[in-house]
């Protein structure tokens, strides 16, 4: 009676697998920001959205930029207010920012210093990165945040922020 052989390539393609799934789990909690760096990056990245389109809508946008600007002033303006109300509620701990970082004060004041086509690429831009930079945050809590509550609402809000970055996509 013979011996049934393992199929060890089988066998080890299923063990570096395995591994590779646990190891991208593991550095995906790893990664994710605590709370209170998470509410602090979505409260200044939703202003930027919010100052940056409202400044964009002041400037005579081009066609494709305009509707665009007015959907993120309205959408920034609601996922601000739903990270209010899960601080107010005591459900999320953490200080709100009320004013831009400096990184990001600088970034609005450079696009204030420009002007028609120049204004319109600086702004398709600065969209396409802080919407890439957006849904790389909301994935990492959503993956491995601490606060239940708050990890919920990234991952409810998710969606909304990779068809932002899909629309800003198509603006450059």
Same mark, same amino acid.
């Given at each position: 009676?013979?011996?049934?052989?393992?199929?060890?390539?089988?066998?080890?393609?299923?063990?570096?697998?395995?591994?590779?799934?646990?190891?991208?789990?593991?550095?995906?909690?790893? !990664?994710?920001?605590?709370?209170?760096?998470?509410?602090?990056?979505?409260?200044? /990245?939703?202003?930027?959205?919010?100052?940056?389109? %409202?400044?964009?809508?002041? !400037?005579?946008?081009?066609?494709?930029?305009?509707?665009?600007?007015?959907?993120?002033?309205?959408?920034?303006?609601?996922?601000?207010?739903?990270?209010?109300?899960?601080?107010?509620?005591?459900?999320?701990?953490?200080?709100?920012?009320?004013?831009?970082?400096?990184?990001?004060?600088?970034?609005?004041?450079?696009?204030?210093?420009? /002007?028609?086509?120049?204004?319109? !690429? +600086?702004?398709?831009?600065?969209?396409? %990165?802080?919407?890439?930079?957006?849904? +790389?945050?909301?994935?990492?809590? /959503?993956?491995?945040?601490?606060?239940?509550?708050?990890?919920?609402?990234?991952?409810?809000?998710?969606?909304?922020?990779?068809?932002?970055?899909?629309?800003?996509?198509?603006?450059?």
């Amino acid at each position: 009676m013979k011996t049934p052989l393992i199929n060890v390539k089988a066998l080890a393609a299923l063990v570096v697998g395995w591994c590779l799934i646990s190891s991208v789990a593991a550095s995906a909690q790893a !990664r994710a920001p605590s709370t209170e760096e998470f509410v602090k990056k979505v409260a200044i /990245s939703d202003m930027m959205e919010i100052q940056s389109s %409202q400044l964009a809508l002041s !400037r005579q946008p081009d066609a494709d930029t305009k509707p665009f600007a007015e959907q993120m002033v309205k959408d920034h303006e609601k996922t601000s207010g739903e990270l209010k109300n899960l601080i107010n509620s005591g459900k999320v701990k953490g200080p709100l920012p009320t004013s831009l970082d400096a990184e990001h004060q600088k970034k609005l004041d450079e696009l204030k210093s420009k /002007s028609g086509k120049e204004f319109d !690429r +600086a702004y398709d831009q600065l969209q396409l %990165q802080a919407h890439e930079e957006a849904v +790389a945050l909301f994935e990492q809590y /959503s993956q491995g945040g601490e606060n239940q509550d708050l990890k919920t609402w990234a991952i409810a809000t998710l969606p909304h922020l990779k068809e932002h970055l899909a629309m800003a996509k198509k603006l450059s």
